[in-house]
């Protein structure tokens, strides 16, 4: 009896012996594996993983003022009006806006953009501004009432030389004010370009014809 108990209780040591060595082993391999998810998670406190900034584009490029002013324009009489006439350089390309604005709601102004230059004398041809013979090479016009500011565009222009006209058809006399402006259809169209500023062109007498 007291044999067999010794045997048992050999054999019993044995067996816990071997648990204790299979939970050390577990505990080994429970600590590589999670070592390993750590480092391939990016989880480690050494190595921290830089979040991804995005980069934001660049804005687009502001409209650049390259001319503007204020002209007082007298009323039309009964047989001509007065007209204002400024010529613009810039070497860049892009949006061309030319902005113009008067005081008097009641009365009503024409623009024209000319492409090049356009004289004095050769608006105040009978030809022009209608006729195709009238040597000024209108690129874009407003021969309406409305609206009030007036904008002309020329969405995708090359560098070069343009004329602003406008007329006051009344009834009354104006102050006019003009602004034309260019946006760059590149950055670096912008850094080159050239503003040329021209001494506007006096206000002039046209006459008006009947038709």
Sequence with gaps: MTHSTRQLNGAASERD??????????????????????????????NPVSPTVPVSPAPPPAPRLIRQGSVPMEAPTDDSYHFFLTTVTDAAS???????????????????????VCSVDQFSSDTCPFDAACPCRFVSRSETRTPKPRVLTIPAAA??????????????????????TLTASNVAATGSAQTVSVAPVST????????
């Design 17 to 46: 012996e071997e648990r204790r060595r299979f939970r050390w082993a577990l505990a080994g391999l429970a600590a590589v594996f999670t070592t390993i998810a750590l480092v391939a998670c990016g989880g480690s406190e050494t």
């Design 94 to 116: 892009g949006r061309w806006d030319a902005t113009v604005d008067w005081s008097n709601e009641a009365n009503t102004l024409w623009v024209w953009v000319a492409d090049g």
């Design 159 to 180: 560098g070069g030389t343009r004329t602003l006209i406008f007329a006051n058809l009344g009834p009354g006399a104006e102050t006019v004010q003009y602004r034309v």
């Design 204 to 211: 002039a007498r046209k006459r008006l014809e009947r038709k």
